[in-house]
């Protein structure tokens, strides 16, 4: 089957660093999405690892393990704006290509 | 601002009532998708549609009925809904079929009563 996990809810300070993890059991796959969704609003991209390692853009890093299954979007100096749903999702199409979510990690940044 | 815009943004509705959603992309997209956001739950993919046809129907009830009248426009047509279909409902773009990078729209957020 395919599988999409990820913490419901984190909490964080502003200024501090926040590492979410995603964990994924697909067969079939092909990179690894993050997504950013701030409430009543169109999720939007974030990030894409195709290889394993480690990219960064910004305040924000997302990491990739393709043998372990296991992905983490690192956000560093954070600000309250911050605040907002990631989506985790893995790609498992070919020429049809197909995402999977997770349910998305609601984070709360706090003064 | 995405490229992709929904209307409406909240829709409220009752079972016995027709009602349809509407999703315009500025993008020059080839593939457009329905996607169901659930509380608490995973992204649902609906509907995919490439160049103005249906390509994926993930078993959706037949009370949901998509319409792509040309690459830019992409409806969901809504008629006599239960409860547990409200959600938020997001529309989404891509380049072509096979980019995974998707454009979401803000969606409609639908109460059916």
């Known amino acids: 089957g395919q599988n999409i996990d990820q913490p419901t809810e984190m909490t964080a300070t502003e200024g501090a660093i926040v590492q979410i993890n995603c964990t994924y059991q697909?067969?079939?796959?092909?990179?690894l999405f993050w997504y950013q969704q701030h409430a009543g609003e169109a999720p939007t991209f974030l990030s894409y690892?195709?290889?394993?390692g480690l990219e960064e853009k910004g305040r924000f890093s997302s990491f990739l393990s393709r043998s372990k299954g296991y992905s983490y979007l690192l956000l560093k100096e954070l600000q309250m704006k911050d605040s907002a749903s990631y989506l985790c999702?893995?790609?498992?199409?070919?020429?049809?290509?197909?995402?999977?979510f997770g349910t998305g990690t609601l984070l709360a940044v706090q003064p | 601002e995405t490229g992709v815009t929904q209307t409406p943004r909240h829709l409220v509705m009752g079972m016995t009532n027709k009602k349809s959603l509407k999703c315009e992309q500025h993008?020059?997209?080839?593939?457009m998708y329905w996607y169901k956001q659930s509380a608490k739950k995973p992204l649902e993919l609906m509907f995919v549609?490439?160049?103005?046809?249906?390509?994926e129907n993930n078993s959706v009830p037949s009370r949901f009925s998509p319409e792509c009248p040309n690459s830019s426009h992409l409806f969901l047509h809504l008629h006599t809904l239960q409860p547990e279909d409200s959600a938020l409902y997001l529309c989404?773009?891509?380049?072509?079929?096979?980019?995974?990078?998707?454009?979401f729209g803000s969606g409609t957020q639908l109460s059916v009563l």
């Open positions: 989404a773009s891509s380049q072509d079929r096979s980019e995974e990078k998707l454009f």
């Open positions: 697909t067969s079939g796959f092909n990179g």
């Open positions: 690892n195709v290889l394993d």
């Open positions: 999702a893995a790609g498992v199409g070919g020429a049809t290509n197909k995402l999977i």
């Open positions: 993008l020059g997209h080839n593939a």
């Open positions: 549609y490439s160049l103005e046809e249906r390509v």
